[in-house]
């Protein structure tokens, strides 16, 4: 299952039919905060035309961000909170103690924000994809990121932790095939 769901994801051809729900997500979610958007391609071919789109189709302004290796963790920093469907979204957002919302497209996102007792919130995107995404989803999402945001440092130790253990595990494994 896990293997279908995520070849699934990456099979996804066609963002359009969801950009008018998640443009009137993002701009509800601008109204309440009153923050300016921030659009941030980690990876710039495959996402700048899709959020080029996406600030095409809001009524409210969103700066595209144009992201390097240089500054891509400062971009994040600057950010309040994170909304990402990128894997490395959620990282630089946890790098940075910034609250964030997974967009759940693969199982790895779901995993990263369950890390250190849930510090990140995930949404589903089957409503998306049905058509059924509420604008106040998204707000509630982001709230609910705020009040768990406490949570990155523990969510970096459990991952640390883990990494010390598969590196021992991959150690061992080099030994025995030496």
């Known amino acids: 299952r896990r293997g279908i769901r995520t070849a699934a994801a990456k099979a996804r051809t066609s963002w359009q039919p969801w950009m008018g729900q998640l443009a009137q997500s993002l701009d509800a979610l ?4 009153g923050m300016t958007l921030r659009l941030l391609p980690f990876q710039p ?10 600030q095409q189709r ?24 994170v909304v990402t469907m990128r894997y490395h979204g959620a990282i630089a957002a946890l790098l940075n103690d910034q ?7 693969s199982p790895k996102m779901r995993s990263l924000a369950a890390e250190g007792g849930g510090w990140a919130s995930v949404v589903d995107l089957a409503p998306l994809d049905a058509g059924r995404f509420e604008p106040r989803t998204l707000i509630d999402a982001v709230n609910e990121a ?18 010390k253990v598969n ?7 080099l030994e025995l095939i030496q």
Do not use: C, W
């Open 30 to 33: 601008a109204e309440r905060s």
């Open 45 to 54: 071919s495959q996402d700048t035309p899709m959020l080029v789109a996406l």
């Open 58 to 81: 809001m009524k409210t302004d969103a700066e595209l961000v144009t992201l390097n290796i240089d500054n891509v963790l400062a971009e994040v920093a600057r950010s309040r909170f």
């Open 99 to 105: 609250a964030a919302v997974a967009l759940d497209y």
């Open 146 to 163: 705020q009040d768990k945001s406490h949570r990155t440092a523990a969510a970096r130790g459990s991952l640390r932790a883990r990494l």
């Open 167 to 173: 590196d021992a595990a991959l150690d061992d494994l």
